[in-house]
């Protein structure tokens, strides 16, 4: 089962700043207080394609897990267990890919997580973009179009068990219930309200990233997150 959530917006920002607040919308939760639950931040690769001129990047979050409490409550602790953040709670690396060119005016970003894949696999891709028939060199607008896919395989993962197991505990009882592709749509659904939720918080973080953009400047922006580092190493 597959599950398909798709949404569109508009900043009142140019390109460059959008595209500069998207790579900067995790590294501080003063800047960006709707990314607490990102434990950190790391650059895999990062390089400019010398025939095309586009910015490659690739990162990995560590993020305090955001799959749905009742998605766990249909679980087995065997399914749940480790991906411990630093403080012991629930996280997922998820790791994010980037392409932007600055020239045509456009940024593609894809998102995955790389912990209960097996259970719930999301994967976020954006595409950011100048308005059609805008200047990309003056306009003061920047569109984007998100995509949220939901597949779930715990229905066939837990099928497969029952077929393995001698009783009719408690795999047999959640499948004799509601089926396995009843299990996938469930979790799909439940992923997908959640997520409904958080693009929501994502659109306010980015807005306040840019707003602080706008009225700091890059330089002010920058010499926040250099002094919040420091803070932290004394």
């Known amino acids: ?24 919308r995790y590294y501080s939760p003063r800047l960006n207080p709707f990314a607490a639950h990102v434990l950190s931040t790391d650059t895999i690769s990062s ?21 749905p409490k009742a998605v766990y409550k249909l679980l087995p602790s065997s399914m749940t267990s480790g991906g411990g953040g630093p403080n012991g709670e629930k996280a997922s690396y998820v790791l994010e890919t980037s392409i932007v060119d600055i020239k045509e005016g456009w940024m593609k970003t894809e998102s995955r997580n790389l912990n209960y894949a097996g259970v719930l ?4 891709q954006q595409q950011f973009h100048v308005p059609a028939g805008a200047d990309r060199l003056t306009s003061n607008e920047t569109g984007v179009t998100t995509s949220v896919v939901f597949k779930s ?4 993962k837990i099928r497969g068990k029952i077929g393995e197991a001698r009783d009719d505990g408690w795999f047999s009882g959640i499948i004799g219930g509601w089926g396995a592709q009843g299990i996938q749509r469930s979790i799909e659904s ?3 309200t959640k997520t409904q939720d958080q693009l929501g918080k994502s659109r306010d973080g980015m807005r306040l990233v840019l707003e602080r953009i706008r009225n700091t400047g890059v330089m002010g922006v920058l010499e926040t997150l250099r ?8």
């Open 227 to 234: 002094s919040e580092r420091e803070a932290h190493h004394v």
């Open 121 to 124: 696999s999301v994967v976020e």
């Open 153 to 156: 395989r715990l229905g066939e």
């Open 190 to 192: 439940i992923a997908s």
């Open 47 to 67: 390089h400019v394609d010398p025939v095309t001129q586009r910015l490659h990047t690739t990162r990995i979050h560590l993020k305090k897990s955001r799959m």
């Open 1 to 24: 089962m597959v599950l398909t959530h798709t949404t569109t917006h508009t900043y009142s920002h140019p390109f460059p700043t959008v595209t500069l607040a998207y790579f900067l």
